[in-house]
């Protein structure tokens, strides 16, 4: 059971979405993916030896970690899912689309037999689609949503395979921290329920030694707002998982600021009808020199890092 307590650079490789190469000229250009695995370094980053510039001095909490934290930005088309394996915690973030299968293969492919904490951030079903699907596949520890309610059968079905499994629930709210194993979430949204499903979208900062990724499921424009100014939020992190698939309704201006990602990665299917990741949103992320990923064009994404550094490795390359 996770005990919930009230709380309140980089060796970066890899082919990001740029058309130069990584010399930080914006360009909204999304090339098309190819079937090779990326491993050339980010200019921006490295020096020409292929490492990092000015990598930061550890701190203590890096020095006690053993091993390496993996997180996998799954490729689940026109949804979301991301699993964090540290040598002591596995996390799931989301579960991908209602009308796919595929989450469970992909846990399977990368050996996980249990799952301490799965997350569903909000209700929709390209974000809750298959959790009732990893419960019946896999040991879980507890299941964490928003607490707002929907409609659907998907809603419905993951609610019964709560209830079917036993599995501990929770409805974590802002301020709540906790660690699972060694990675220290802090829970930044929300304080109340809204009722609207974007809105109540769950945001958790989750810090493995120094490193720091931020998940923020569908959450807009106006809760970005309220974070930015929030004195509790701590928004500076390293990785940025793009709210809501990149669109343009997410990662305002101010937000990206308070941020000030290295990496940032969206999901979203290929030629998908809503044009995920929308321009605008493309175009911010790389004038504000992020190295910008995508599922559409990469396949999965990964990070890894010790608690220090971090590198990030795609499944297909880019083209230009």
């Known amino acids: 059971m996770v005990m919930w307590s009230a709380a309140c650079g980089s060796d970066d490789t890899g082919m990001p979405l740029r058309a130069d190469g990584g010399s930080g000229t914006a360009s909204t250009e999304r090339p098309a ?23 930061p001095a550890p701190g203590d909490d890096a020095a006690l970690l053993e ?64 959790v009732a699907d990893v419960l019946s596949t896999f040991e879980v520890n507890e299941v964490w949503m928003s607490g707002t309610p929907h409609t659907t059968q998907t809603f419905e079905r993951t609610l019964d395979a709560i209830e079917d499994t036993g599995v501990a629930y929770e409805e974590p709210r802002a301020g709540d921290r ?15 329920l ?25 959450a807009e424009g106006p809760t970005e707002a309220d974070l930015v100014v929030s004195s509790a939020a701590d928004l500076d992190v390293d990785v940025y998982q793009v709210g809501h698939h990149g669109s343009a309704t997410s990662t305002t201006s101010a937000f990206l600021r308070a941020m000030s990602p290295s990496v ?32 559409d064009v990469h396949g999965t994404v990964t990070v890894r890092t010790d608690g220090v550094t971090w590198s990030v490795t795609t499944e297909r390359d880019r083209t230009d």
């Open 33 to 55: 993916p190819s079937s090779t695995t990326t491993s050339a370094a980010v200019e921006d980053d490295q020096g020409p030896d292929g490492v990092a510039d000015d990598p």
């Open 67 to 130: 091993g390496e934290l993996t997180v996998y930005f799954l490729d689940v088309g026109q949804g979301d899912a991301t699993l964090l394996r540290a040598p002591d915690a596995t996390v799931l973030i989301d579960a991908g689309r209602h009308d796919r299968s595929d989450v469970v293969d992909h846990l399977e492919d990368l050996g996980v037999t249990h799952i301490d904490v799965v997350v569903g951030t909000h209700p929709h079903a390209d974000h809750i689609g298959q």
């Open 178 to 192: 906790t660690d699972v194993g060694s990675l220290s979430v802090t829970v930044l949204h929300p304080t109340v």
């Open 194 to 218: 809204t009722g609207n499903l974007h809105a109540d979208s769950l945001v958790l900062r989750i810090d493995y030694g120094d490193v720091s990724f931020l998940f923020t499921g569908d």
């Open 264 to 295: 940032a990665v969206y999901s979203a299917g290929a030629g998908n009808s809503y044009g995920h990741p929308h321009d605008v949103v493309v175009e911010r992320l790389l004038d504000a020199d992020v190295a910008l990923y995508g599922t």
